[in-house]
């Protein structure tokens, strides 16, 4: 059974497991702002205590391998205070993640440290043969993040994934992967 480290360090970030009590801070740092939230699959939150109810799921799973989705928050080296959080799930033979980060940390190439950090985890699992992830065909901030980690787009998966920030409907998405 993999389960992935519970702490790494890159460059400029520790990765740390999520506590209940980071709620709050993981609401006022990136959860409650649509700015944030425009591109991804959950809106943006409007009270801390939903928030934690998602932080206790990310935590069952880092304690009971249950096949859910393995989240760690993002710190700035030297801090404990959460800017953003990248997290994965493991399927069979591949893994695909998903991250976001604080708006005042946008534009600092932070993200691509992360990314690569968890691209490189899961291409050295030896079930793991690929890591992919995707993201909304208009968020080019997050396509161009993937490619600097070194992941290849893949194709347009067209009516994916809805953003619902934006509308309920489903939008198109664009695939980036990594193989071995
Ligand atoms: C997407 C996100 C993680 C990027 O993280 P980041 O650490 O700010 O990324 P970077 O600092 O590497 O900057 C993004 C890159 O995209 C480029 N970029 C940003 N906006 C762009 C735009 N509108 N058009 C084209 N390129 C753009 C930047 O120039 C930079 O590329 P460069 O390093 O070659 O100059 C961050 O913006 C974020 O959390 N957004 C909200 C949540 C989200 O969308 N998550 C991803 C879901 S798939």
Redesign the pocket.
Known sequence: MLHPPETFTTPRLVARLPRLEDAAAVFAA?ASDP???????WRYYTEVEPLREFLRRVLHTWETDDGGHYGWLLCLRGTDEPI?SIGVSLGLHGAVF??????A?????????AVRYVSAWALAQPPLFRVW????AE??????????AGLVQEGRLRRWCACPTISPEPRD?LIYAKVR
């Open positions: 990136y700015e944030v939230t425009r591109y991804l699959s953003g998903g991250y976001v980060l604080g708006r940390y946008w534009g600092r190439g932070l993200m691509a440290e992830a995707y993201c909304d968020n080019l901030a997050s396509a161009r993040v993937l490619e600097k998405c």
